[in-house]
């Protein structure tokens, strides 16, 4: 038996790989007929079809059917339902009305509310909302009515807040934190988000101070799936992408918890965010979370969640959430580094390691760093250097991105095992203290930067347990060595696999790295293989095998459809026009509009127009001259009080208009109100290229300015009428797309755009 060890070793390796990604979330099972108080995934889908059919954005006919849709739902479980309206600008000068939709369970007792979250808007303009986020709502009114029929009364209200306009500023939110009491009544907040349309949903936890006591109660509550770790939050903090719990941690110092799924990222914001693409299986682990977390917050004491101290989390097959206070973090390290040079001396003193040796294993492990390293850094310039349309996909995460990222993963195997076959000749414990010496000092960095990731630790103390067998054994169990191996296999094996998700493909060097330190730490397992060199050639060939996969599934189908964009752009004052893309490999639909050979140099003054990434046109061309007609402007007010110009400026629609943007020349603004809702000092302090607002008109609404500049200064206002209705407006032709054609998120698309300047 023993000489088939080392084959059996690698199948449960992957055994272990497989069941740490399996483990991850519930499987779905049609469950219509589950009892009445139990959650049922497919009671939720229900919501999620009925939410999803169309677009149904703030401003766009179907947000009205959807808020309705929600309020019937909400009566029919007997809660008596309210709305909030208002106007609100948020924080990122992104204006529009918005209509929060209200619900509230009465607890037996006068403690500190729990509140459920979710928003019922879709981005605009061809998002179909099925994952971001009907799938939240849906999650809401299925566990909401599961909990009702239990017939338990809890402790705490509940309160329901189906949000509005999150997707253009998270308004919705800003409405119910800044204007409606509820808001001092509650404790907690449960948010449940999408950002993809599949794989596992993570916690992720928002809070002002010290994350401990949410971590310790999120724990007794028992959720059977968790997926989180502190690294993710401490990342995710970094990143500029904020949820409607944001407004809650920021204005009113209330802890809460997002829950949200990434997977299928090329999804998100998209026309084929649909019913259909929804993995169920993430859904069932959306439901999964929110009834333990209804039954144990609905009855614990939520004025008690403040903690000046952070826990270090991170989940495990079996363990579920594990945790332990930061105060661990250093003395954690201390035992490590002293369990190094114990074993250092120890191995030394009888002759198990050799200074030569241990020298020999930084040969290959720098090697594999650099070698590594440099294919993922410039993996995906290479890949858009061969695949230009990948380019299109401004998610950055491609349809076949999956298939890359276990190509880039089976690379560095590759290369780690030629490596050690080449340079690695030493006794296995020998190439551990290399290793362990990296390990340390990551460790240490973490400690000192990047405190949520110190769980990094806890394999590094399994590779200390294997170098102390290995240093005091002469024929070790490869099968001890293996279990010794699984926290560093289920712990990261899951981050290999999200950071280019989430991140994009641009980050496939963090996939190839943590392979990299991941093999590292099992080197125990692979140290003894005598057939390294086999081996390395089989995960090349299988690397190869997975680049032609994605070479074959390079292209665009009805299923995996090309984003596309085409813009229409009249400026009025110069009565010329112009058709506008921000393709960088032009489609068919595209090009009959836009001659790659004959285009026009891009106008640099529309790059300014608000886009998720900052994307700019690529190409525009000569355009005919429609007779659109402009809005009307009308200053009612333009005076001079003390050092101060005050002016009052109305802008009216004369068309059916869906977003208007206005930018101002370099000038001081003192002071602006849009529809009598002030503008703050931060913003107008931090305004990104002049830019003064963003109106996403509801009901063809006016805007009105009011703005304070010094008295000395001139003021010229850049105007940008906006309406998505270039597919469908009678002064035009444009045909639909084709089934492999999609929408492109994130810009302004399918818009007959005017521009016009004013000067004060």
């Given at each position: 038996?023993?000489?088939?060890?080392?084959?059996?070793?690698?199948?449960?390796?992957?055994?272990?790989?497989?069941?740490?990604?399996?483990?991850?979330?519930?499987?779905?099972?049609?469950?219509?007929?589950?009892?009445?108080?139990?959650?049922?995934?497919?009671?939720?889908?229900?919501?999620?079809?009925?939410?999803?059919?169309?677009?149904?954005?703030?401003?766009?006919?179907?947000?009205?059917?959807?808020?309705?849709?929600?309020?019937?739902?909400?009566?029919?479980?007997?809660?008596?339902?309210?709305?909030?309206?208002?106007?609100?600008?948020?924080?990122?000068?992104?204006?529009?009305?918005?209509?929060?939709?209200?619900?509230?369970?009465?607890?037996?007792?006068?403690?500190?509310?729990?509140?459920?979250?979710?928003?019922?808007?879709?981005?605009?303009?061809?998002?179909?909302?099925?994952?971001?986020?009907?799938?939240?709502?849906?999650?809401?009114?299925?566990?909401?009515?599961?909990?009702?029929?239990?017939?338990?009364?809890?402790?705490?209200?509940?309160?329901?807040?189906?949000?509005?306009?999150?997707?253009?500023?998270?308004?919705?939110?800003?409405?119910?934190?800044?204007?409606?009491?509820?808001?001092?009544?509650?404790?907690?907040?449960?948010?449940?988000?999408?950002?993809?349309?599949?794989?596992?949903?993570?916690?992720?936890?928002?809070?002002?101070?010290?994350?401990?006591?949410?971590?310790?109660?999120?724990?007794?509550?028992?959720?059977?799936?968790?997926?989180?770790?502190?690294?993710?939050?401490?990342?995710?903090?970094?990143?500029?992408?904020?949820?409607?719990?944001?407004?809650?941690?920021?204005?009113?110092?209330?802890?809460?918890?997002?829950?949200?799924?990434?997977?299928?990222?090329?999804?998100?914001?998209?026309?084929?965010?649909?019913?259909?693409?929804?993995?169920?299986?993430?859904?069932?682990?959306?439901?999964?979370?929110?009834?333990?977390?209804?039954?144990?917050?609905?009855?614990?004491?939520?004025?008690?969640?403040?903690?000046?101290?952070?826990?270090?989390?991170?989940?495990?097959?079996?363990?579920?959430?594990?945790?332990?206070?930061?105060?661990?973090?250093?003395?954690?390290?201390?035992?490590?580094?002293?369990?190094?040079?114990?074993?250092?001396?120890?191995?030394?003193?009888?002759?198990?390691?050799?200074?030569?040796?241990?020298?020999?294993?930084?040969?290959?492990?720098?090697?594999?760093?650099?070698?590594?390293?440099?294919?993922?850094?410039?993996?995906?310039?290479?890949?858009?250097?061969?695949?230009?349309?990948?380019?299109?996909?401004?998610?950055?995460?491609?349809?076949?991105?999956?298939?890359?990222?276990?190509?880039?993963?089976?690379?560095?195997?590759?290369?780690?095992?030629?490596?050690?076959?080449?340079?690695?000749?030493?006794?296995?414990?020998?190439?551990?203290?290399?290793?362990?010496?990296?390990?340390?000092?990551?460790?240490?960095?973490?400690?000192?930067?990047?405190?949520?990731?110190?769980?990094?630790?806890?394999?590094?103390?399994?590779?200390?347990?294997?170098?102390?067998?290995?240093?005091?054994?002469?024929?070790?169990?490869?099968?001890?060595?293996?279990?010794?191996?699984?926290?560093?296999?289920?712990?990261?094996?899951?981050?290999?696999?999200?950071?280019?998700?989430?991140?994009?493909?641009?980050?496939?060097?963090?996939?190839?790295?943590?392979?990299?330190?991941?093999?590292?730490?099992?080197?125990?397992?692979?140290?003894?293989?005598?057939?390294?060199?086999?081996?390395?050639?089989?995960?090349?060939?299988?690397?190869?095998?997975?680049?032609?996969?994605?070479?074959?599934?390079?292209?665009?189908?009805?299923?995996?459809?090309?984003?596309?964009?085409?813009?229409?752009?009249?400026?009025?004052?110069?009565?010329?026009?112009?058709?506008?893309?921000?393709?960088?490999?032009?489609?068919?639909?595209?090009?009959?509009?836009?001659?790659?050979?004959?285009?026009?140099?891009k106008n640099a003054a529309y790059d300014v127009l608000s886009s998720k990434y900052g994307?700019?046109?690529?190409?525009?061309?000569?355009?005919?001259?429609?007779?659109?007609?402009?809005?009307?402007?009308?200053?009612?007010?333009?005076?001079?009080?003390?050092?101060?110009?005050?002016?009052?400026?109305?802008?009216?629609?004369?068309?059916?208009?869906?977003?208007?943007?206005?930018?101002?020349?370099?000038?001081?603004?003192?002071?602006?109100?849009?529809?009598?809702?002030?503008?703050?000092?931060?913003?107008?302090?931090?305004?990104?290229?002049?830019?003064?607002?963003?109106?996403?008109?509801?009901?063809?609404?006016?805007?009105?300015?009011?703005?304070?500049?010094?008295?000395?200064?001139?003021?010229?206002?850049?105007?940008?009428?906006?309406?998505?209705?270039?597919?469908?407006?009678?002064?035009?032709?444009?045909?639909?797309?084709?089934?492999?054609?999609?929408?492109?998120?994130?810009?302004?698309n399918d818009a007959i755009l005017i521009s016009k300047k004013i000067k004060y």
């Amino acid at each position: 038996m023993k000489q088939y060890s080392s084959p059996i070793t690698l199948l449960l390796l992957l055994l272990a790989i497989y069941w740490g990604f399996e483990a991850a979330m519930p499987s779905y099972t049609p469950d219509a007929n589950i009892e009445n108080v139990s959650f049922s995934t497919d009671r939720a889908l229900v919501h999620v079809k009925n939410m999803s059919k169309k677009p149904h954005a703030v401003g766009f006919p179907a947000h009205s059917e959807v808020r309705d849709y929600i309020i019937s739902e909400l009566t029919k479980l007997g809660l008596e339902t309210t709305t909030q309206q208002g106007y609100t600008a948020g924080d990122w000068g992104n204006f529009s009305s918005a209509t929060n939709i209200l619900a509230r369970i009465k607890g037996s007792e006068k403690g500190k509310a729990l509140l459920l979250l979710s928003h019922y808007d879709s981005n605009p303009h061809s998002s179909l909302g099925a994952s971001d986020a009907a799938s939240g709502v849906a999650t809401i009114l299925e566990g909401v009515r599961a909990f009702l029929e239990q017939n338990n009364t809890p402790k705490n209200d509940i309160i329901i807040l189906i949000s509005d306009a999150e997707e253009l500023g998270l308004n919705g939110a800003d409405l119910f934190v800044n204007n409606h009491p509820w808001v001092k009544e509650t404790g907690l907040v449960l948010n449940f988000e999408a950002r993809g349309s599949g794989g596992p949903s993570y916690m992720l936890l928002e809070t002002n101070r010290g994350n401990s006591k949410v971590i310790d109660e999120f724990i007794k509550a028992n959720p059977k799936y968790p997926a989180a770790n502190s690294l993710v939050y401490s990342v995710y903090k970094m990143l500029p992408n904020d949820t409607d719990l944001t407004v809650f941690r920021e204005d009113m110092d209330i802890e809460g918890l997002n829950f949200a799924f990434i997977d299928d990222h090329y999804d998100y914001h998209t026309a084929r965010d649909n019913y259909e693409r929804l993995d169920r299986n993430t859904l069932a682990h959306q439901g999964s979370y929110l009834m333990p977390l209804l039954k144990h917050f609905g009855n614990s004491d939520l004025s008690n969640l403040k903690s000046p101290n952070d826990s270090i989390y991170f989940n495990m097959p079996f363990f579920r959430l594990v945790s332990y206070p930061f105060d661990w973090i250093f003395p954690m390290l201390a035992l490590a580094i002293i369990g190094l040079l114990t074993l250092l001396i120890l191995g030394l003193r009888n002759s198990s390691l050799e200074i030569k040796e241990i020298g020999r294993g930084f040969v290959p492990l720098f090697l594999i760093l650099a070698i590594n390293g440099v294919v993922g850094y410039f993996g995906w310039t290479a890949l858009t250097n061969v695949y230009p349309q990948y380019q299109d996909i401004l998610h950055g995460f491609t349809y076949n991105g999956y298939v890359y990222i276990a190509a880039f993963v089976l690379l560095s195997v590759a290369v780690g095992f030629w490596t050690y076959h080449k340079f690695g000749k030493a006794q296995t414990q020998n190439l551990l203290i290399a290793p362990l010496l990296l390990w340390l000092i990551l460790c240490t960095l973490v400690a000192l930067y990047l405190k949520g990731a110190s769980f990094f630790i806890i394999p590094v103390f399994a590779l200390l347990a294997s170098l102390l067998i290995l240093t005091h054994q002469k024929s070790p169990s490869p099968y001890l060595l293996l279990f010794l191996a699984l926290p560093a296999i289920w712990i990261y094996s899951p981050l290999i696999k999200m950071f280019p998700v989430g991140l994009g493909l641009k980050m496939m060097i963090t996939s190839t790295l943590l392979t990299s330190l991941t093999f590292f730490l099992l080197l125990p397992v692979f140290g003894p293989l005598k057939n390294k060199n086999r081996l390395a050639y089989i995960f090349l060939l299988l690397c190869f095998g997975f680049l032609l996969s994605a070479h074959f599934s390079s292209g665009f189908d009805k299923e995996n459809a090309k984003p596309t964009s085409l813009v229409y752009i009249l400026d009025v004052d110069k009565n010329t026009a112009h058709w506008a893309t921000y393709d960088h490999v032009l489609s068919n639909w595209t090009s009959q509009y836009i001659d790659v050979n004959k285009v026009e140099t891009k106008n640099a003054a529309y790059d300014v127009l608000s886009s998720k990434y900052g994307t700019g046109f690529t190409y525009t061309a000569e355009a005919p001259v429609k007779n659109i007609v402009p809005p009307t402007i009308e200053t009612t007010m333009d005076t001079i009080i003390g050092d101060h110009r005050k002016l009052e400026i109305c802008i009216t629609p004369q068309r059916s208009t869906n977003r208007l943007e206005i930018f101002t020349n370099d000038v001081d603004i003192i002071k602006a109100n849009i529809n009598k809702i002030e503008l703050s000092d931060y913003y107008l302090k931090n305004r990104m290229n002049n830019k003064l607002i963003t109106h996403y008109v509801s009901n063809n609404d006016y805007t009105e300015l009011q703005i304070t500049i010094p008295k000395e200064s001139a003021l010229e206002l850049s105007l940008y009428e906006a309406s998505n209705d270039l597919l469908n407006n009678p002064s035009f032709t444009v045909p639909p797309r084709p089934e492999d054609n999609i929408p492109m998120p994130f810009v302004l698309n399918d818009a007959i755009l005017i521009s016009k300047k004013i000067k004060y």
